[in-house]
Nanobody
Framework: VQLQAFGGGFVQAGGSLRLSCAAS????????MGWFRQAPGEERKFVAA????????YYADFAKGRFTISRDNAKNTVYLQMNSLKPEDTAIYYC???????????WGQGTELTVSS
């Protein structure tokens, strides 16, 4: 599966932004897609994920109430709507995909978000 993430940019604190991740290739093998982020000097962290069918969603504590993950199966695209952005949300955001077993193994190239105070 190939993933292409886009939508990052510069946002002022309190603003909103939506990231998109388009999947191509062996999309029939995808069971879930997720977003992760990596801030400078930190490890990559889980942000949110959604099952490709059934609609179950999962969020990191810092994302609950501010971020919403959604998907468009027809477009093989996953979105991450981010509201009430904070400077600590500044990071490179990566989308990822996984099959029915194992961990996230397919990764997009990352899209950078900078939130200014």
């Amino acid at each position: 599966v190939q993933l292409q993430a886009f939508g990052g940019g510069f946002v002022q604190a309190g603003g909103s932004l939506r990231l998109s991740c388009a999947a191509s290739g062996r999309t029939f093998s995808v069971d879930a897609m997720g977003w992760f982020r990596q801030a400078p000097g930190e490890e990559r962290k889980f942000v949110a994920a959604t099952r490709w069918s059934g609609g179950s969603t999962y969020y990191a504590d810092f994302a609950k109430g501010r971020f919403t993950i959604s998907r468009d199966n027809a477009k093989n695209t996953v979105y991450l709507q981010m509201n009430s952005l904070k400077p600590e949300d500044t990071a490179i955001y990566y989308c990822a995909a996984k099959g029915t077993t194992g961990t996230f193994r397919s990764w997009g190239q990352g899209t950078e978000l900078t939130v200014s105070s």
